[in-house]
């Protein structure tokens, strides 16, 4: 009896893992196959598509970076007269509002919106839902304080609104300190993965491609019939992402609109990273599973690859189940079945890495990017996956006692910003 | 600061070059036909044949697809796709034959652990000359292109 419970267990956990590999081989070979045909040419069809934009920054404790990403906004090709750029100091201890302060003096189009104590350092989400009744553009654009955006960025991101389906536009994150070390440039790995290919396939594909939150922006009317962002989220971007799905607009997601970001880097940031991205998106699997099941905004297709990326950071934790289940059965059960169904373990330990890229898809990216040697890190790419199975189950234990226990953060969950980067690597 | 700023702008130069650079690295789709036949062909000796465990088997033909779909497509000649193709193979018979054997030799010393550490330890061995090879094959097929130091 306990040999059936526990096969029926492991078949089910393996069709799991099997349902998500197939997934992203679906994907990376979609990409590869589409890499000759240009991707929806919004920049060609609405090239003098220039709404009123406001460009917001949220920064707590940012002295580091906040100038970098300030002097850039200076230099960007948009029309000024169209642009509206706002800091919002959340409460710093530094000298983050001063250094705004200084680009706000020089640069009319440039304010800066200061919360003190009292008011501020409630998180991401509350800042920038503090900022939203000072902006006057159309379209709303998100920048992190650590981030280097393209000097055309904000075109590339604004023409998908041409479009009155599409509610946001995200566009892609490329880590700016990639050399500094081995940690850097796996995580380096995982976003070419995650937006070279997981990205640009569920965009040519129709499906779900996710608002991140940064390098990014929603169309004003959306964000305010939405209410803003929701404050209590931990991962308010998957959350704006199917609140805007399920109000019936779309995410487009432009790989030309190329930013650049600090990426951690060290393995203990990595865990404090990845334990709230983790955290949050279980937290929004919960809030929106039932929604997106019974939704009728929302095509088949969109349903079954929301209900896939809602649970996609419950994977480490299925796969150390069935790592577990499958000790006793190998004792007591070893038949040819069990080891065909082993070997979806194989794949899946290289195929959920950090931003649950696999293995093929990060290879399939890399190469797409003309990199050559950053292929031969990629078999290095288990140890990040090892390293999220606790992070993951950590995250799942302590969401479900803090369900139970009714409790709520809202603070800044930040990740350490070092202003670090200036290099890129292109092979 | 002005050597700064001109190696950022050389940032934006290097992805805006990215597009070219993807509309270069145009693959051959036809190259699939051969490709997976000769996969279909390596596949079925092993699943069918009695070469190989049937674990093993089930390595190769996951491996065969993976090579075929993922590196067929791209540019580059067909004879030496099917070349890393067949080695790949060669490679892959060799790595499961010899951790197949590891295992029984030291299986028959000390049973009980052995098999414990197996079961933990072989999912990552089973995959690990499939993800090293398929990463170096990408290495071959694709176009370098140069370093970039922005400051």
């Known amino acids: 009896m306990i040999v059936e419970i526990l096969e029926a267990v ?40 220039r709404p009123t934009t406001s460009v917001l920054i949220p920064a707590c404790d940012e002295e580091r970076v906040i100038g970098r990403i300030l002097q850039r906004m200076t230099e960007l090709t948009y029309p000024k007269d169209k642009l ?21 003096k020089s640069y009319p189009y440039i304010e800066v919106l200061h919360r003190n104590k009292t008011e501020g350092r409630k998180g991401k989400a509350a ?30 991101l604004v023409s998908p609104f041409s479009d009155p389906e599409v509610g946001a536009v995200q566009g892609r994150v490329t880590v700016l300190n990639e050399p500094k070390n081995l940690v850097t440039r796996l995580v ?31 169309r004003r009317i959306v964000l305010e019939r939405l209410g803003g962002w929701d404050e209590s989220a931990l991962a308010e971007d998957t959350d704006l992402t199917f609140r805007i799905y399920l109000a019936g607009f779309k995410v487009h997601y432009n790989n030309d609109a190329e930013c650049y970001e600090e990426a951690v880097e060290s393995w203990r940031a990595y865990w404090k990273q990845r334990y709230r991205w983790s955290r949050g998106h279980m937290q929004c699997a919960f809030k929106h599973l039932a929604n997106v099941i019974t939704s009728r905004k929302l095509t088949v297709r969109e349903k079954i690859d929301g209900l896939l990326l809602l649970n996609v950071y419950f994977m480490p934790v299925l796969v150390l189940l069935s790592w577990i289940v499958c000790i006793p059965l190998f004792f007591l059960a070893s038949s040819q079945w069990f080891l065909m169904l082993w070997t979806s373990m194989s794949i899946s330990l ?18 797409l990017d003309g990199r050559t040697r950053a292929h031969w890190l990629i078999s290095l790419l288990i140890f990040t996956f090892l390293y999220n199975i606790p992070i993951c189950t950590k995250a799942f234990i302590d969401l479900v006692f803090s369900k139970l226990l009714g409790k709520k953060e809202l603070y800044w969950h930040k990740t350490s910003h070092l202003g670090n980067g200036k290099g890129y690597i292109v092979n | 600061m002005d050597s700064e700023e001109k190696g950022r702008g050389d940032i934006a130069d290097a992805s805006a070059n990215n597009s070219a650079a993807n509309s270069q690295r145009r693959g051959s789709s036809w190259h699939m036909i051969p490709g997976f036949s000769a996969g279909m062909i390596a596949s079925s000796v092993f699943l069918f044949g009695s070469l190989t465990s049937l674990e093993s088997a089930a390595m190769l033909t996951i491996f065969n697809f993976l090579f075929v779909f993922l590196i067929f497509p791209l540019r580059g000649n067909l004879p030496l796709k099917l070349l890393t193709l067949l080695m790949g193979n060669v490679i892959g018979l060799a790595w499961n034959g010899l951790f197949s054997f590891s295992a029984n030799v030291i299986a028959i010393c000390m ?39 922005v400051d």
Request: glycine content about 8%; charged content about 20%.
């Open chain 1, 350 to 367: 290289y195929s959920f890495v950090g931003n649950f890229a696999p293995f093929f898809e990060v290879g399939v990216g890399a190469y």
């Open chain 1, 127 to 156: 800042a920038l839902n503090a900022a939203i009744p000072h902006t006057n553009g159309e379209i709303i654009l998100f920048f992190d304080s650590d981030y280097y955006p393209q000097k055309d960025i904000l075109e590339k």
């Open chain 1, 188 to 218: 380096s790995l995982e976003r070419i993965g995650g937006y070279r290919v997981d990205q640009q396939a569920r965009e040519s594909l129709g499906l779900i491609p996710q608002f991140g939150g940064t390098v990014g922006g929603v």
């Open chain 1, 84 to 104: 509206q750029i706002i800091v919002i100091n959340d409460a710093s201890k530094d000298h983050t509002g001063e250094i705004a302060d200084q680009f706000s």
């Open chain 2, 111 to 149: 049973e009980p652990v052995f098999n414990t550490l197996y079961l933990i330890l072989s999912p990552f061995l089973n995959l690990i000359w499939i993800v090293s090879y398929w990463s170096i094959c990408l290495t071959i097929f694709s176009e370098s292109k140069e370093w970039k130091e």
């Open chain 1, 10 to 49: 492991y078949v089910t956990l393996s069709v799991l893992i099997i349902a998500y590999i197939v997934r992203h081989f679906v994907f990376a070979f979609t990409v590869l196959k589409n890499s000759d045909s240009p991707q929806r040419a919004f920049r060609t069809e609405s090239e003098g598509y």
